[in-house]
């Protein structure tokens, strides 16, 4: 109803509240109800006027009862103590007596009737109303503020299908103990057996501030369980009001990784980029992209956007614009090959950059298995085309985006962007450019990956296709990616090759698992199907070899190791000859190069 009509309805109500409590109260005190008791209807008016004008005063009227607390309930005494200290004077004044039990009597019933019908009405919506809609039983992880929160609010919001019932949290001084009328019913260890033994079909891990490798068992055992997990957002979303407290995110596979943010140096990475001119090749890739949104937010002078696929590029350029805190960034979208070295060279000469992110690559193992020329012209020659573009056009930092499987290459891609390594280590060595590598795991939701892939497969009801039971592989996620590549162009002395530790390696099998009972599917739902290495595969990646290797720390999860030699010589020939091998020669050849097992000990590789 609107606010006229919810007025009138209240003082009306309020109305026959006020006389009820009046007359009640005369019948109680022997005070005779009739036409000629003046203190009876000086009393009556009194209260009446005072009442609406203490009300109005004090906005009771544009209260939201449903959501009243112990605030509303001090308003209502206020008010009702108010209208009986008014009625008290104008007695006193009309009739020089004050009718002290009248008035106390009077005051006790206003103050029960008026509270009594606005708790009837919370009752009624709570239990009779928000029973007529079907509800969610959900489960809280969790009981304390944030948790007790959210509970506050699923509670008082009638339109929001979730009913919570009861906690779950593994401080024992809690268990057994009600809050807000649920109880404490477990630890984190018992969320399987209470979400069926209590029907649960929805789980809110409501624990904002707990690191993530804490909260990792959490999501482990609700992925247990059938039901639908969600985790409230972080607190200071709620506090600055981005998100808020009923607004909860889905638990994504990245949440089982179990790691901590990558803490980077702001300062020096501030330094290195603001009010500069940054490059970024393959912009429109799933790094690319992601390295754009951060790089922007070190306010560079101007950032220039490289690619071949038209669609990709117009994307980021677009969602980089719409961010108007960024006007003062200038944003030049570009599409080019990198295979195309007058190209390259005449972009370079033009924008002139001052840091280049080079994330442009073939990185599709099989797909490069099977077309070896088209790794060598991508990964190889376009890395060769931009690196000597800014080297003859004295850009300060070029930053290559590597891979893990560069270690011990039995793949066409791996051998490529090893080979690729050696071309720009090769590169600082003649050059004033400073050029470093940044070597990496598997990168979760990056296209190509198998997350896209197993969530295609599990929408169309499996099975989900893992090519071998024993397969591992290192993941990190999307912005952990691009954080080491920003940083790595701050911490560039040039040659390094900088690699992130990426804690445990993760079981291909596990994640497809945790997909599934993540997406709301049991194992018995969603079929897991073995289909077998595919070419170019290995069962585990590794992010240095063992001639790389040093134990010294120079930086947290920073350390120096020594590189293989580069075999420059080599590259160069096949560079010379690849158009005239055959796909299975070129593959071997690849290999072979990248597999070289010198050591160069002059040179150094830095790990993160």
Known sequence: MTYRQRLSFFICIDSCIVLSAIFISSFLVGEPIHVENTLLWISTIAILCSHYFFSLSYK??????????????????????????????????????????????????????????????????????????????????????????????????????????????????????????????????????????????????????????????????????????????????????????????????????????????????????????????????????????????????????????????????????????????????????????????????????????????????????????????????????????????????????STDKAVHPTSVMGASKKLAEMIIQDMDRKSDTKFVAVRFGNVLGSRGSVIPLFKKQIERGGPVTVTHPDMVRYFMTIPEASRLVIQAGALANGGEIFVLDMGEPIKIVDLAKNLITLSGFTLDDIEITYTGARPGEKLFEELLTEQEIVDQQIYPKIYIGKTTEIQIESIQDILATYTSLDSHALKNRLIEIANSKTIHKSESVVTI
């Open 60 to 401: 009771l009227y544009k209260k939201v009862w449903e959501y009243a607390s112990t605030n509303e309930l001090l308003l209502l005494l206020k008010i009702v103590t108010y209208v009986a200290f008014v009625t008290g004077v104008v007695q006193f004044i009309a009739l020089q007596e004050i009718r002290f039990k009248f008035l106390m009597i009077t005051w006790l019933l206003h103050l029960f009737f008026i509270g009594g019908s606005r708790l009837v009405w919370r009752l009624y919506r709570d239990s009779i109303i928000n029973r007529r809609t079907t509800k969610v039983r959900t489960l809280i992880v969790g009981a304390g503020s944030a948790g007790t929160m959210v509970a506050r609010q699923l509670l008082k919001n009638s339109e929001c299908r979730l009913l919570p019932i009861g906690f779950i949290d593994d401080n024992s001084k809690k268990k057994n103990l009600d809050i807000l009328g649920l109880p404490v019913i477990g630890g984190v260890r018992e969320i399987v057996d209470v979400v069926e033994e209590r029907k649960v079909d929805n789980i809110i891990i409501a624990i904002p501030s707990l690191p993530e490798k804490e909260l990792k068992p959490i999501i482990q055992e609700c992925a247990k369980t059938k039901a639908e997990t969600k985790i409230l957002p972080l607190l200071e979303d709620l506090i600055t009001g981005k998100v808020s407290v009923n607004q909860f995110r889905d638990v994504e596979v990245e949440d089982l990784l179990g790691r901590e943010p990558i803490d980077i140096d702001i300062e020096s990475i501030s330094k290195n980029i603001q009010g500069k001119r940054v490059l970024v090749t393959g912009a429109g890739g799933s790094i690319g992209s992601e390295l754009s949104r951060q790089l922007i937010e070190f306010q560079p002078s101007h950032l220039i956007l490289l690619g071949h696929g038209e669609n990709s590029i117009y994307t980021i350029e677009m969602e980089l614009k719409e961010k108007k805190q960024h006007d003062a960034v200038e944003i030049t979208a570009i599409i080019a090959d990198i295979q195309d070295k007058d190209k390259m060279m005449d972009v370079i000469k033009t924008h002139k950059p001052d840091i280049i992110y080079h994330a442009a690559a073939h990185k599709h193992v099989p797909l490069m298995e099977k077309n070896p020329e088209e790794a060598v012209k991508n990964n190889m020659i376009g890395t060769m085309n931009i690196a000597i573009a800014a080297s003859v056009h004295q850009v300060t930092t070029f930053v290559m985006v």
